[in-house]
């Protein structure tokens, strides 16, 4: 199992920045790749941003250039880097990891959640 913690959301106005941070522990040695998603009511959840082990990242057309993701050293912890935040960036976001292995096959755990707000 891995287990995911995020943290770093909040309210923040247009422009502004954010830094979102997930920690995954468990059976971090099944990892893949991880992501950040986002959902809003009534909408899908989305990607927002991928990071794959070899480390190729993939981004939402709607956050290149504003948004990166990236990965510590110092512990198994990935963020995402949110800049020039807008009102559209409000949704909840969801850490990903995408976990393969040869008993189990994949399998993605996500976290709780943490939310961004951009308002003024």
């Known amino acids: 199992q891995v287990h995911l913690v995020e943290s770093g959301g909040g309210l923040v106005q247009p422009g502004g920045s954010l830094r979102l941070s997930c920690v995954a522990s468990?059976?971090?040695?099944?990892?893949?790749?991880m992501g950040w998603y986002r959902q809003t009511p009534g909408k899908p959840r989305e990607l927002v941003a991928s990071?794959?082990?070899?480390?190729?990242?993939n981004y939402a057309d709607s956050v290149k250039g504003r948004f990166t993701i990236s990965r510590g050293n110092s512990a198994n912890t990935v963020y995402l880097q949110m800049n020039t935040l807008k009102p559209e960036d409000t949704a909840l976001y969801y850490c990903?990891?995408?976990?393969?292995?040869?008993?189990?096959?994949?399998?993605?755990?996500w976290g709780q959640g943490t939310q961004v707000t951009v308002s003024s």
């Open positions: 468990g059976s971090i040695f099944s990892i893949a790749a």
């Open positions: 990071l794959i082990s070899g480390g190729s990242t």
């Open positions: 990903n990891a995408h976990t393969a292995t040869a008993k189990i096959g994949v399998y993605d755990y």
